[in-house]
């Protein structure tokens, strides 16, 4: 689940992202990303969960290892419920295109955006953080079924 989560938000902002502003006009890139991002978060938000629930189910796990995807989630629903929708607000008040707007929303727009960038690293940064520690702790336990003697058990 943390693969899948982290690997859709590499994929969107590293390659989709990228492409959708170099072969799209400004102001189609902004709303197909919009409905992007809008999507990321959402799937975001019920990957995270899944996580935080998966992580506190196993009685072995540090409670701290499974609240980390919690960060995220919170990221994705300040994301989808407070900076997406004033973004698109301030996209709708300038005619569909945040170049066209007056001095005072471009301000709100940057302000906007650099918090939507935080968040979304924050999201990245936090399924990221649960995917080393799981790494980690798998090479300090040994790979589950095996034995000390390096015998695997199935015959």
Known sequence: ?????????????????????????????????????AALDRGGI????LCVALG????????????????????????????TPKIHALRVAAGGAIGQADEPALA?????????????ELAAAS??????WDVFSLRKSGSPGASPDGESGVF
């Open 1 to 37: 689940m943390l693969g899948l989560w982290l690997g859709a938000l590499l994929a969107f902002g590293g390659l989709f992202v990228p492409a959708a502003f170099e072969n799209l006009p400004t102001p189609l890139a902004a709303s197909v990303l919009g409905t992007g991002f």
């Open 46 to 49: 019920a990957l995270g969960l």
């Open 127 to 132: 399924a990221l953080l649960a995917c080393v």
């Open 56 to 83: 506190l189910a196993d009685r072995d796990a540090m409670r701290l290892r499974a609240l980390v995807p919690l960060a995220g989630v919170f990221a994705h629903l300040a994301s989808a419920l407070v900076v």
């Open 108 to 120: 709100v727009f940057a302000q906007l955006h650099a918090t939507s960038r935080a968040l979304f």
